[in-house]
């Protein structure tokens, strides 16, 4: 049997409030609105009750954010890919945000299972005066349970339409790829932190995050394999890899906290799943 499901999560400012409405076909669901951080900013956790996907099932994710509104989404566990034995098993996401409305697209890792077919894809439009900061985290297989991605498929893309698109596929079987030096050199875990503007970014901004993130990474155990730069004026990028999801989730964590920080005056209130 295989799983169809859709969410349509919508943004709204009412007075000095961002209000989460929302409408699901399918096991996909939004637990209650929260505002650990006040009325402006709206936190939402995704729920997937079947726990994860197999050949055949798709997820469909379609956020829009109104005008200075800000929402931020997030998972409880991993988005695990299973083992599928034809069909692929797919994700998507496509976000809109409007002038002056903020989107943290937050989810933990999407999990490849040794012998998964997975797509993973994230489209965000962002209108002049929007901003976004997101992740995306992928882990091949479960090293520490014995359990190495070693046949199976992983494709995964991210799009700001005309300004930034990264794509890739990952086969288990390509070693080069794998293990090579110019590859993921054994490491297990990928992992990106982002932030787009829906115009180009002041120089002195972009370079002063820049710089802040960079500090960061120098003080850290993932220094070795992790970089920030921006690829394009309206786009900052950390990259890094790991051997685990941990060590690279707690070096995003912390360049998500210096980045909304400095980009956007808040404190880096975490959503409270994280903590359960």
């Given amino acids: 049997m295989t799983w169809h499901a859709t969410l349509h999560l919508h943004y709204t400012r009412q007075d000095q409030r961002t209000v989460a409405h929302y409408h699901h076909e399918g096991p996909l669901r939004v637990l209650q609105?929260?505002?650990?951080e006040g009325d402006a900013v709206c936190h939402n956790v995704l729920v997937h009750p079947p726990g994860g996907l197999v050949g055949g099932d798709t997820l469909a994710i379609k956020i829009e954010v109104q005008a200075d509104a800000h929402g931020l989404v997030t998972t409880p566990g991993a988005t695990r890919f299973y083992k599928s034995a034809t069909e692929p098993a797919v994700q998507s996401v496509h976000a809109r945000l409007a002038p002056d409305a903020r989107l943290e697209?937050?989810?933990?890792?999407?999990?490849?299972?040794?012998?998964?077919?997975?797509?993973?894809?994230?489209?965000?439009?962002?209108?002049p005066g929007a901003e976004l900061m997101g992740w995306d985290i992928t882990a091949l297989g479960l090293p520490e349970a014995g359990q190495p991605f070693v046949e199976g498929t992983f494709a995964q893309h991210i799009e700001v339409p005309g300004v930034w698109r990264e794509q890739g596929r990952i086969d288990a079987t390509d070693l080069r790829l794998m293990d090579g030096p110019l590859g993921l050199a054994g490491q297990r875990c990928m992992?990106?932190?982002?932030?787009?503007?829906?115009?180009?970014?002041?120089?002195?901004?972009?370079?002063?995050?820049?710089?802040?993130?960079?500090?960061?990474?120098?003080?850290?155990?993932?220094r070795a394999s992790a970089g920030a730069t921006s690829p394009h004026p309206q786009v900052l990028v950390l990259r890094v890899l790991a051997p685990l999801v941990e060590p690279a989730l707690d070096l995003l964590k912390q360049a998500r906290a210096a980045w909304r920080q400095q980009l956007w005056a808040l404190e880096a209130v975490p959503p409270r799943v994280w903590a359960t």
């Fill in 191 to 222: 992992a990106t932190l982002f932030f787009v503007a829906g115009q180009p970014i002041e120089r002195q901004r972009r370079e002063q995050a820049l710089e802040m993130v960079r500090s960061l990474i120098d003080g850290h155990t993932l």
């Fill in 105 to 127: 697209w937050l989810p933990l890792e999407a999990l490849a299972y040794n012998q998964c077919r997975a797509e993973n894809k994230a489209v965000f439009e962002l209108a």
């Fill in 33 to 36: 609105s929260l505002y650990p």
